[in-house]
């Protein structure tokens, strides 16, 4: 049983196009993330979400849109696709309300290819 | 200075070694300190939890961390060709957002 899940686990897409990358989680988690690696390997933090509200939101493009339906899902969407977005792209969930610390459980990520 | 800095590697030992991988930091709130495996390919795997200073085992997998010194190790008894992977650590201090903030990670190979 897959705790977190991502799809689509490939995307290829043109320069300008516009794509979407769906996260779903079975733990019960209240937070979700989504993190950027690029080709180096460097996790870089692009947003999280506590129950349905935006807790974190670094410096990202506002070609990014981040969406949470509910606890369980968050999306990505991405706006005029450019090649430096090209990376993988991981979700993740934790548990912060009632627990310390932020054991980050992950999904196994979206290899995005802009052409 | 970076937040935290991790020696990137590449680093090869042969099968049975012990293995020690390390990280620094700069920012003296983090109290909670995880070691994340990424095999290629695949997403980073939750591999020890601590909370400040201290020592916590787990099988062949020891987790330390010297907060004084800002420093944090994960050593691997026994290595097997099957730890082959990337070791990430993250850190967080605890605040209300709850921010990992992860080093580059160690590219370890492991040599039958």
């Not at chain 1, 196009?17 to 996790?43: A, V």
Request: aromatic share 12%; net charge neutral.
């Amino acid at each position: 049983d897959t705790a977190v899940s991502q799809t689509p686990k490939y995307l290829v897409t043109q320069m300008g196009n516009d794509k979407s990358i769906k996260c779903e989680q079975n733990l019960g988690h209240d937070t979700m993330y989504w993190y950027k690696q690029d080709s180096k390997k460097f996790l870089k933090i692009m947003f999280s979400y506590n129950n349905k509200e935006l807790i974190i939101n670094e410096t990202v493009p506002n070609r990014f849109s981040p969406k949470s339906p509910d606890k369980a899902h968050l999306n990505l969407h991405i706006n005029s696709l450019e090649l430096g977005d090209s990376a993988v792209y991981f979700c993740a969930s934790s548990q912060l309300s009632g627990r310390a610390g932020n054991e980050q459980f992950f999904g196994p990520g979206t290899r995005l290819t802009v052409l | 200075q970076k937040e935290v800095e991790q020696d990137p590697g590449p680093l090869s030992v042969p099968e049975g070694a012990i293995v020690s991988l390390n990280c620094t930091y700069s920012n003296s709130a983090f109290q909670y300190f995880m070691w994340y495996r990424q095999y290629s390919r695949k997403g980073p795997e939750l591999l020890m939890y601590t909370y400040s200073s201290g020592n916590k085992e787990d099988g062949r997998f020891t987790a330390q961390v010297d907060k004084s010194s800002k420093y944090i190790s994960l050593f691997i008894r026994d290595s097997q060709p099957s730890d082959s992977a990337t070791y990430l650590c993250a850190m967080s201090d605890g605040s209300s957002n709850y921010k990992l903030t992860f080093g580059k990670g160690t590219l370890l190979t492991v040599n039958p």
